[in-house]
């Protein structure tokens, strides 16, 4: 059953994607070389506390981190750990934050330093094609309008959309109803209604879409070594436009103005 938010389910739901996206925002801040993912993962987490919310992927089904990082070849639920960035890396960060009932889910992919033209391609289609979902994200049309969207946009630009993984409704659970694939043919799944909150998020593969789970049972890393990318909102439907509700306020340094 897909959940459509009232006006006090979405008020929470608002403050709790502004934390998410800070959280994101200052994951961001952080990525150059010399840093490791375990740095980053204990500065969101600490962040997300001080903000009097939790962190939604600690201990989610057993995952170890508060966030996910997933650098270069790893698609997705790359667990943070000793690694150390180096100069070129591509690093996807996926965060959660957990407020007054409900949770907030957004991910970006950040450059390391200096990054191959290709890298900064993958990463910029990637986020370009969210938005060309967007246009779709509005009521009456239906789900897999997005999907379509992304993926014909991702594919014209030469890449790939990952298929074993897809976005999913957010709200007062992590994961909830509808999935919302990456991928598909226009004018199937449910139709969108204003209420729903979804989490749209492009997985994109440098070359072959095809992914394998490592023996983590989390990692999960593109089958040919190539490269891969990743973009997330919380998105609301609304009577008009989508309302993404996964931006962060100002910032100034690491800490967020208002809110």
């Known amino acids: 059953m897909i959940a459509i938010k009232n006006e006090q389910e979405l008020s929470a739901m608002r403050q709790a994607c502004k934390i998410t996206a800070a959280a994101r925002a200052l994951a961001g801040e952080m990525v150059r070389p010399g840093v490791s993912t375990k740095a980053i993962d204990r500065a969101v987490r600490e962040f997300i506390l001080t903000q009097g919310a939790k962190p939604s992927f600690l201990g989610y089904h057993g995952f170890p981190g508060s966030t996910c990082i997933s650098v270069n070849n790893t698609v997705i639920h790359g667990i943070p750990g000793s690694y150390v960035l180096q100069d070129g890396d591509i690093v996807s960060v996926d965060v959660g ?44 049309h239906r789900v897999s309008d997005i999907s379509h969207a992304i993926q014909t946009y991702v594919e014209s630009n030469g890449f790939s959309v990952v298929r074993s993984f897809v976005g999913h409704g957010v709200g007062a659970q992590l994961h909830e109803e509808p999935e919302v694939p990456n991928f598909g043919n226009p004018g199937h799944g449910p139709r969108l209604l204003p209420g729903m909150t979804l989490a749209v998020e492009p997985m994109v593969n440098q ?19 190539k490269l891969s990318a990743h973009y997330e909102n919380t998105v609301l439907i609304t009577d008009g436009e989508p309302e993404i509700l996964t931006v ?10 208002g809110g």
């Open 97 to 140: 934050a957990y407020y007054k009932g409900f949770h907030g889910d957004c991910a970006a992919t950040f450059p390391c330093g200096t990054v191959s033209a290709e890298a900064l391609k993958l990463i910029q289609v990637t986020k370009q094609s969210f938005f060309e979902g967007m246009r779709f994200a509005k009521a009456g």
């Open 207 to 225: 070359g072959t879409f095809d992914v394998k789970v490592l023996k983590d049972g989390w990692t999960t890393v593109t089958t040919d070594g």
């Open 248 to 257: 962060a306020e100002g910032m100034q340094g690491n800490q967020p103005i």
